[in-house]
């Protein structure tokens, strides 16, 4: 097994004052504490005052900018790039949990070989260098393979540049998610391989055909971001989002609309709708639309209609709404990769031409590349070699095709015939290196601290093999390291960038910005003339069976993400489940079959069977059921091994007509009569008519119809006892003035607009990050004892003839003027500071957990074991986990309530600091929370409530605001927009 | 309570050294059943104090809690011995003051149940709280820190009203049994001899002791007779003062005081019977006896029956759409079953006590009592852990069932009232001597002879 | 019976005093030894018996007496975060060779710290003033602060010093009663979150 780290020497990294890992135990304990200073003073390092440091995020393809804070010299936080062009200083769940990737107590900790008894042990550097050299000597470079992950940058050109000098061509890349349909469409019907730019900002109508555009779909906070811009209510206007799909995904959440065509026949559905939009309201048709006319003639919505089990009518509808603004077309989702996928994208492609929006919301130019070209063919090819010997050594870098492939395609076995080799690298938070997800985009990543264990980056792994191999290497493999490698490139980058100043000036503000951005020009595009080939069959695969889909966990992405705890804690959008797999089904299908919730399902296709619960869920047509990709690992760490389901498992290893990979699959279910309670925090999902998340429609508010919500009395209230509430309200208002609670303090608050929140919970795990909140682990959720201080509540609505809509609620500390749960408190323990906090002092509660049951939102939480003991079964920190703990937050110990601060730590340094500059006030924005501050759709708002002119403010004096449970008179200092639906007309 | 009647020990006449020697042979050699039966409760209470230690090791994540019920089985059982500590005080006290002479032979045992009982509730808010070594936090007492307690809070309400109960109920059993003791003093040797010389406080029975001795019983009774009325109701605004639906209620005060009592005297049932066969003193506590009991037991469980429909009835009308989810869960939800043991056991059983042959059917007494006591445990649980599942917000409810440490330690709890109570019942008068004296008439000339 | 418990109430007696006795005898030697190396000695002892001086002893045993108080060094020369972070800061090996690469060459002390500087190693100093874990202490909010606090005021005398020992209690108590004289802040979260 990997040494643990030696602590002298992470203590030498960690710098002075005693660390993070603050224990909360009883009062000063005599242990004696080293204090270890550091042996050199690090540049712009203090002591106690965070230092951050610019660089990219690497958890999956879009390439977010990270600000990776750094305390004596520990990285104990990554927040978004607020000058990245991508994030804007916003960050998704899995970029939050990035820093578990690189204090992950699995990770390899050193070179390791094996002995002669098959164990691993670890072994020098120079020891694996010359073993690889020696073995690497044997195999003649044209049989040597080089497999990795979407790397485009210099490490790219690096490993090409280095099996050329070994004199081989065979590189794979292999993205799981490699957006080959889409690809294909812009291939077919532009003539170019790439993904267009899309901009969300300017659609008004967005018409989504099973894209995750919030999940995981090429750029989700990008797009976060942007479509809320464009969809969410603002003074009287916001935009319409229809969605198409079989399946109500947590994209699906924030739309209008929901349309469940047959599984598979999206694509006849945008074709129709294409034809309809070039028929009748062709005005903005570019004129060699014509062209594709005979095509759209054989897609008449009354044909179509019974094909996908969608009204003519409705077709009809959503044409006159498509082409009336500008509007987006999507298509090309995993989650709806079937084998006709190409098609749907080519249909939504062929729509968006004839509807005028190339050009307009859909850019070529600026092209992003997922996959780096590669597809899942060029795996299934590498496959092929393997098995008939072609390929002597092969190594592999950022990918995890033994997990994310179906075991049909083999890679597994085939690999034990292939002497492999895995340096283990650098953390992407402790290498150099630079990441190119679009053109025009050049991100860098630099180490934010010393590596935590006795790896080496893999750049300079191959820099010293191309030395160490015999003769001499090319002129571009001479550098001496990869960061010089690295410089090299960049010298290029700025010629290319036509950038004048020296260049030590153009890498330092690049450094500080974390990368340079240019708008690459966009180029017009002309539909080609294979366009006219195109033929929309709809998926064939459905028979009497039930569709299976394999969708992405925008937790888990295609699995990377499963041995994050932060990430396995979070508890999934839709099915609000946990550390587990589960099969969607609808509640009707569930009672025909006499399934219940948490029955344990057998699922089996024509590829194989996996077994998992089954959760209720009226969003998903009644023949389909769904999966989430991303558990079911056999290896990868004690939090992804063995648990829940490989979805894989069940796909067609046949690569489809677009060389991709079918993520759809007839199915059939069988109920094993086995039960599991399942790992959730929706204790119901049904709002019993209690109005907790409100919403309301664009026509109802624009037309003054929309009336605050009020909770049904059976009994008229009679006047006079208002009156006496009234005077018993304004009492106590009096009472909670008298401490000074408004006036020269400031109020601190918050204001939720639920027209922007789409549920993609990047706010629970950054709060995670923040507060040091222990992830408690399956058992622990399952008896809904999970410690997260903030959850997204989500109900549904509708069901049987009403339409299924999900709303949302982002719960967190209400921070109550009249908080239930202070007067309780035999020991105040909590209690109302000046500011208007709801405090929580942890080292005064005794645990009688009383405010618990008199706080109405039950947002506090128990610590029911020692999550910070090594000693204790519960512990959440493993080393070297541990390192992550935010030091400025206390780590709670046993049988003490805690909940959400409003990030009081962040509030308070920002005060000290604003006292050393001399200024008595905060700056309104000066203080920002976690969860504000890493939210793509900029949903939360922090603020003072007393400032008028503050932002929070300002939201809490919207028509739309109300609080959650009004009638219980407690003040919440959380402030809930209403949500705000576009409904058109009919439906 | 005027109503009830009076009857005197069926003994023909006894004398009243025949008295002293009759009560004075309950404390003669315990017999092996004794030591087993006493071994065993021991045993019950060491495995109820090792499940505790394990919980205070691990947390109290060991119990079965499950949010938001984040109170369970330890504050039901709580409130159930503060319960059964009622009666005592009851019959002792506002008997005594009502002059109801029937109390006489019964009333020892009550004291004693009531002080065993405070002593064992006593126990479980430590059980329950998160860091069992802070507790006493919650004692205000003068810090450097200049931390106070919060007398907004219930609970700190709650510290000094079963403190203060705990006090007076000591005081006036220990008075109580100052003649006595110092009756039986002489009657042993050795160690015991020791006890009673201590206890008996110098006790020669001279006036002026007798004057002052019924002065300070007197005034003691008048002492705890309104602690019967506070002590509960403060037990119950716990409860009351906190805005969870079906415990937000303004009943609860005279709800629980009736209930307590009414647990109480089962309680009380529920031990005289074994020992007046055990003692052999059925001369002294007759079925008479019983059936006054059983009226008392008859009165307050209407009262708790009528407490029962007045929360529901208040919850309909209130039109208040939480209190009406909340008792609508109660009666039709996950938990009906405990709704209905409560709403059986001390709602209805407690009629067939209209009926005489009932009433002066021990058997029958001592299985209603049984049932009783029960009722009383379940109706604190499905105060707490039914209206706590059940409360505002859909998203977050949650269902809890206790695990095998909470079931450890109330078995732990019993055997721990038990132990003391056998104690006692073997070292000290269960019956008051003095006060059987003072209700049989003057022995005649001729049996003064014998 | 009281036969018995005379005697152990006797010997109880001797003990407790006994022990108080040796207690205030341990409490007052080491103040004779700081008490002979105050400010103006200019022969300080250069090996002092390192174990009976008050406070943990040092890996190296470094002098306050003869840095703050015989050659009246400022303490933020050292300790250089005190003004503007919540930790102080130790001095790294640099600071100290940045005079002990020229002085103080024959003291063996010093010798340690060049063997440890040649070494490329940390010197592990032991702490002496420890809160728990669940108080935040800025000491820049302190330094800086309108009441114009010395360092003095809560580490003691260290320039008297030969070994530190924790001066004051740093319990809350102790704490309060300078935020109440002071008139500064006693909001719970100002110190605990």
């Known amino acids: ?987 | 309570m005027a109503t009830i009647a009076q009857p005197e020990p069926a003994v023909e006449h006894p004398s009243y050294a025949q008295v002293t020697r009759d009560i004075a042979a309950t404390l003669g050699r315990p017999s092996r059943g004794y030591f087993i039966l006493l071994g065993s409760v021991v045993t019950v209470l060491a495995v109820g104090a090792g499940a505790l230690l394990y919980q205070i090791r691990m947390g109290l994540g060991v119990a079965g809690y499950t949010p938001p019920v984040m109170w369970g089985v330890y504050i039901a059982t709580f409130v159930f011995w503060v319960g059964i500590a009622h009666s005592g005080t009851l019959i002792s006290a506002i008997l005594y003051l009502f002059r109801s002479a029937w109390r006489t032979s019964v009333y020892r045992t009550a004291e004693a149940m009531t002080v065993f009982a405070v002593m064992t509730a006593g126990l479980f808010p430590l059980i329950h709280v998160g860091r069992i070594w802070y507790a006493y936090w919650l004692i205000p007492y003068p810090n450097q820190r200049q931390l106070w307690v919060n007398f907004k809070s219930p609970l700190v309400w709650d510290l000094f009203a079963i403190g203060t109960y705990f006090t007076v109920s000591t005081v006036f059993l220990i008075v109580g049994l100052v003649p006595d003791v110092a009756a039986v003093r002489e009657k042993f040797t050795g160690w015991r001899k020791k006890l009673y010389t201590i206890t008996s406080l110098n006790w020669r029975g001279t006036d002026q002791q007798w004057r002052h001795y019924t002065r300070a019983y007197l005034y003691l009774a008048a002492l705890a007779t309104p602690l019967v009325l506070s002590v509960h109701s403060v037990v119950s605004w716990d409860f009351a003062m906190s805005i969870v639906p079906g415990w937000h209620a303004t009943i609860f005060a005279p709800y629980f005081v009736a209930g307590a009592i009414y647990s109480g005297v089962a309680m009380v049932v529920t031990l005289l019977v074994p020992l007046r066969k055990v003692f052999h003193v059925e001369e002294y506590i007759t079925v008479d006896h019983f059936e006054n009991l059983a009226k008392l037991l008859l009165l307050t469980g209407m009262i708790v029956g009528y407490a029962y429909a007045t929360e529901y009835f208040i919850a309909w009308y209130s039109g208040n759409p939480f209190e009406r989810a909340a008792f609508w869960n109660r009666a039709f939800g996950e938990y009906w079953w405990a709704s209905w043991t409560m709403i059986i056991c001390n709602g209805v059983l407690p009629w067939m006590l209209w009926f005489r042959k009932v009433r002066r059917s021990i058997p029958a007494l001592f299985l209603l009592s049984l049932f009783v006591n029960l009722g009383m445990w379940f109706e604190r649980f499905v105060i707490i852990v039914v209206s706590l599942s059940f409360e505002y917000e859909p998203y977050a409810m949650g269902h809890y069932t206790p695990s095998w440490v909470e079931w450890a330690i109330l078995a732990g709890s019993f055997a721990w009232f038990f132990m003391w109570f056998l104690l006692f019942a073997k070292n000290f008068p269960t019956i008051s001597i003095t006060e059987v004296k003072e209700i049989i008439p003057m022995p005649r000339k001729s049996q003064a002879k014998v | 019976m009281r036969k018995l418990i005379l005697p152990v109430v006797k010997v109880l007696t001797v003990a407790v005093s006994g022990g108080a006795l040796i207690y205030a005898v341990a409490r007052v030697l080491p103040a004779q030894q700081t008490g002979q190396t105050s400010i103006g000695v200019v022969e300080v002892p250069v090996d002092v018996d390192t174990a009976s001086l008050r406070g943990p002893v040092q890996p190296i045993f470094y002098r306050h007496d003869v840095h703050a108080g015989q050659y009246e060094m400022d303490c933020l020369y050292c300790h250089f975060a005190a003004e503007v972070s919540q930790s102080p800061g130790m001095p790294t090996i640099s600071t100290c060779m940045g005079c002990h690469l020229i002085a103080g060459a024959a003291n063996p002390e010093v010798q340690k710290l060049r063997e440890a500087a040649a070494a490329d190693t940390v010197v592990p100093w032991v702490e002496v003033h420890k809160l728990p874990p669940f108080v935040r202490f800025p000491h820049m909010r302190h330094v800086m602060s309108e009441a114009e606090m010395e360092c003095q005021d809560c580490h003691g005398p260290v320039e008297e010093m030969p070994q530190v020992y924790q001066f004051a209690s740093l319990k809350m108590g102790w704490c309060l009663d300078c935020h109440l004289e002071e008139e500064a802040t006693t909001e719970c979260t100002a110190c605990h979150y």
Not at chain 1, 859 to 877: G, L, M, P, S
């Open chain 1, 1 to 987: 097994m990997p040494k643990e780290m030696d602590r002298r020497g992470f203590l030498k990294v960690l710098g002075v004052t005693g660390g993070g890992a603050a224990a909360l135990s009883g009062c000063s304990s005599d242990s004696a504490e080293k204090l270890i200073p550091y042996l050199v003073p690090p540049d712009y390092q203090i002591p106690g005052v965070p230092t951050y440091y610019a660089t990219t995020c690497r958890e999956c393809p879009a390439g977010c900018g990270l600000h990776v804070k750094v305390r004596e010299g520990r990285a104990v936080k990554v927040e978004g790039n607020p000058e990245s062009p991508i994030n804007r200083g916003a960050l998704c769940a899995r970029g939050q949990a990035s820093l578990q990737g690189l204090y992950n107590p699995d990770r390899l900790r050193g070179p390791m070989a094996r002995t002669a008894d098959g164990e691993f042990e670890p072994i020098s550097w120079d020891d694996a260098i010359a073993r690889v050299t020696q073995a690497l000597a044997g195999v003649d470079g044209d049989r040597m393979w080089f497999l990795t992950g979407n790397e485009a940058g210099s490490f790219d050109s690096l490993v090409n540049e280095w099996l050329a000098a070994v004199g081989s061509q065979s590189r794979v890349v292999y993205e799981p998610f490699g957006y080959e349909a889409l690809r294909y469409a812009s291939r077919e019907i532009f003539g170019m391989d790439t993904v267009p730019e899309y901009r969300f900002a300017d659609a008004e109508f967005v018409l989504s055909f099973g894209t995750d555009f919030l999940e995981t779909w090429l750029n989700p906070v990008q797009y976060a971001r942007e479509f809320a811009a464009s969809h969410s209510y603002a003074d009287g206007r916001m935009g319409r989002y229809v969605h198409v799909d079989a399946r109500l995904g947590m994209t699906a959440f924030s739309a209008d609309e929901w349309v469940a065509p047959t599984p598979g026949t999206e694509g006849l559905l945008a074709m129709a709708i294409a034809n309809v939009v070039l028929r009748d309201h062709g005005e903005n048709a570019p004129r060699d639309s014509s062209r594709l006319r005979a095509l759209l003639d054989q897609y008449e919505p009354e044909t179509v209609a019974d094909r996908c089990g969608v009204p003519a009518d409705r077709i009809r509808r959503l044409a006159e709404e498509f082409s009336a603004v500008p509007s987006l077309a999507l298509a090309g989702g995993m989650g709806a990769q079937h084998d006709d996928a190409h098609s749907t994208a080519a249909a939504a492609h062929i729509l968006n031409y004839v509807a005028g929006n190339v050009g307009r919301t859909v850019m070529f130019g600026a092209d992003r590349d997922p996959a780096a070209g590669s597809t899942y063919r060029g795996l299934a090819d590498l496959v092929d070699a393997m098995r008939d010997g072609q390929v002597g050594a092969l190594f592999v870098h950022g990918a995890n095709p033994a997990y994310a492939s179906p075991q049909g395609t083999g890679f597994s076995e085939a690999m034990g015939q292939v002497g492999l080799k895995v340096p283990p690298d650098h953390d992407p938070m402790e290498q150099w290196n630079d990441f190119e997800p679009q053109a025009g985009t050049y991100l860098l990543q630099q180490p934010a601290m010393q590596p935590v264990f006795e790896t080496r980056q893999t750049g300079d792994v191959l820099l010293q093999l191309a030395g160490a191999m015999g003769d001499a290497p090319p002129a571009q493999l001479s550098a001496a390291n990869y960061k010089e490698y690295l410089q090299q490139r960049w010298r290029q980058i700025q010629r290319q960038l036509r950038d004048g100043s020296p260049f030590e000036d153009f890498w330092i503000e690049s450094l500080r910005v974390g990368g340079v951005h240019r708008e690459a020009p966009t180029r017009p595009v002309r539909v080609v003339g294979t366009a006219s080939r195109v033929s929309v069959t709809g998926w064939s695969g459905l028979g009497d069976d039930f569709a299976l889909i394999a969708y992405p966990s925008p937790a888990l992405f295609d699995g990377r993400g499963a041995n994050r705890p932060w990430l396995q804690e979070l508890p999934d959008p839709v099915s609000k489940i946990a550390w587990s797999s589960w099969v969607e089904l609808h509640p009707d299908t569930a009672e025909r079959l006499g399934i219940a919730e948490g029955d344990v399902l057998e699922v089996s296709s024509a590829a194989g069977s996996v077994t998992a619960p089954a959760f209720l869920y009226p969003g998903i047509s009644p023949n389909v059921v769904a999966m989430p990709i991303g558990q079911g690992h056999t290896a990868f760490g004690r939090y992804a091994e063995n648990r829940g389901a490989n979805v894989y498992h069940l796909l067609g290893s046949e690569p489809t007509a677009f060389a991709g990979l079918s993520h759809y699959t007839a199915v059939t279910i069988r109920n094993t009569g086995e039960h599991e309670r399942l790992a959730t925090n929706a204790g119901r999902s049904r709002q019993m008519g209690r109005g907790l998340s409100q919403s309301t429609t664009l026509l109802a508010i624009t037309s003054g119809e929309d009336h605050p919500f009020h909770i049904e009395h059976a009994a008229e209230v009679p006047e006079h006892v208002e009156r006496v509430l009234e005077e018993v309200q304004e009492a106590q208002t009096q009472e909670t003035k008298r401490g000074n609670y408004a006036g020269e303090h400031p109020r601190w608050a918050m204001a939720v607009d639920l027209s922007r929140c789409t549920g993609c919970s990047a706010c629970v795990t950054a709060c995670h990050a923040e507060n040091n909140i222990p992830t408690v682990g399956k058992e622990l959720v399952q008896h809904g004892r999970e410690m997260s201080w903030l959850r997204i509540e989500r109900y549904f609505e509708g069901g049987g003839d009403e339409p299924v809509k999900v709303e949302l609620l982002p719960m967190m500390c209400q921070h109550c003027e009249r908080a239930p749960c202070e007067p309780v408190c035999p020991v105040f323990a909590t209690y109302h500071t000046p500011d208007g906090l709801n405090a929580q002092i942890y080292n005064r509660c005794v645990g009688t957990r009383y405010c618990a049951n008199n706080c109405p939102y039950k947002v506090r939480y128990f610590n029911w074991f020692d999550h910070q003991h090594e000693a204790d079964a519960a512990y959440a920190w493993p080393d070297p986990l541990h390192m992550l703990l935010n030091p400025d937050v206390t780590v709670r110990s046993k049988g003490v309530m805690e909940k959400c601060t409003f990030c009081v730590q962040r509030v308070r340094s920002a005060q000290d600091q604003a006292r050393l500059e001399g200024r008595d006030n905060l700056r309104d924005g000066e203080v920002r929370t976690a969860c504000q501050q890493t939210c793509p759709s900029e949903a939360l708002v922090f603020g003072d409530l007393n400032d008028p002119d503050s932002a929070v403010s300002r939201l809490a004096a919207s028509e739309r605001g109300y609080h959650v449970l009004e009638g219980l008179n407690t003040a919440p200092g959380v402030t809930y927009l209403k949500k705000v639906r576009n409904v058109a007309e009919e439906a």
